[in-house]
Nanobody, 123 residues
Framework: QVQLVESGGGLVQAGGSLRLSCAASGSIFSINVMGWYRQAPGKQRELVAIVTSDGRTNYADSVKGRFTISRDNAKNTVYLQMNSLRPEDTAVYYC?????????????????WGQGTQVTVSS
């Protein structure tokens, strides 16, 4: 089992910055993907950014150039630096951990979610 503990959410004015952190613990496999998703009221949960264990990243178009995802493999921690925040970035942000497909075992859980942390951007 994997546990994900998030921190760093809060209230910020438009144009400001926040840094989210997510520390994973438990049965961590070295080949994995970690990332951030968000869900605003009335909307579906959407991918914000992901980073693989070997450093490959992918970003939603809406955040590219403003957000940066990074990870510290030694600490099993992923970060999301959010700059130039906009009111439309307001959402609950969820940390996610997923074993890479090539190492998955049938009937073994392969992905986990954090509890979510609220990010509110005021105008």
């Amino acid at each position: 089992q994997v546990q994900l503990v998030e921190s760093g959410g809060g209230l910020v004015q438009a144009g400001g910055s926040l840094r989210l952190s997510c520390a994973a613990s438990g049965s961590i496999f070295s080949i994995n993907v970690m990332g951030w998703y968000r869900q605003a009221p009335g909307k579906q949960r959407e991918l914000v950014a992901i980073v693989t264990s070997d450093g490959r990243t992918n970003y939603a178009d809406s955040v590219k150039g403003r957000f940066t995802i990074s990870r510290d493999n030694a600490k099993n921690t992923v970060y999301l630096q959010m700059n130039s925040l906009r009111p439309e970035d307001t959402a609950v942000y969820y940390c996610h951990y997923e074993e890479s497909a090539e190492i998955r075992v049938p009937r073994r859980p392969y992905d986990y979610w954090g509890q979510g942390t609220q990010v509110t951007v005021s105008s």
